[in-house]
Nanobody, 124 residues
């Protein structure tokens, strides 16, 4: 079974930094796009940052210049470095991947998977 395991959330003061990690567990053929989403209390889940297989990154306007998404293909791991954190960054952060897997019968299949979420709390 393919899963995403997140780590790195916690409580930090405004202006501080945190680094989130997301590692793929299980057997996969490929990882296509990798994204970080977040969901604040009472709000819809929103895309924070995305990175392609080639390493091109895009960010939500609210985090540009403060957050950096990266990936280590050899380790099947994605990171989100968050600097200059603000109270409005408080949310549950989710990693999201589109991966390729082989079914037990040997057929290739695209699979969309989500992490369990990690809470980031920024105090003022």
């Amino acid at each position: 079974q393919v899963q995403l395991v997140e780590s790195g959330g916690g409580l930090v003061q405004a202006g501080g930094s945190l680094k989130l990690s997301c590692v793929v567990s299980g057997s996969i053929v490929s990882i296509n796009n990798m994204d970080w989403y977040r969901q604040a209390p009472g709000k819809q889940r929103e895309l924070v940052a995305a990175i392609t297989s080639g390493g091109s990154a895009n960010y939500a306007d609210s985090v540009k210049g403060r957050f950096t998404i990266s990936r280590d293909n050899a380790k099947n791991t994605m990171y989100l470095q968050m600097n200059s954190l603000k109270p409005e960054d408080t949310a549950v952060y989710y990693c999201h991947h589109n991966v390729g897997v082989f079914t037990p019968l040997g057929a290739y299949r695209d699979l969309e998977i989500w992490g369990q979420g990690t809470l980031v709390t920024v105090s003022s």
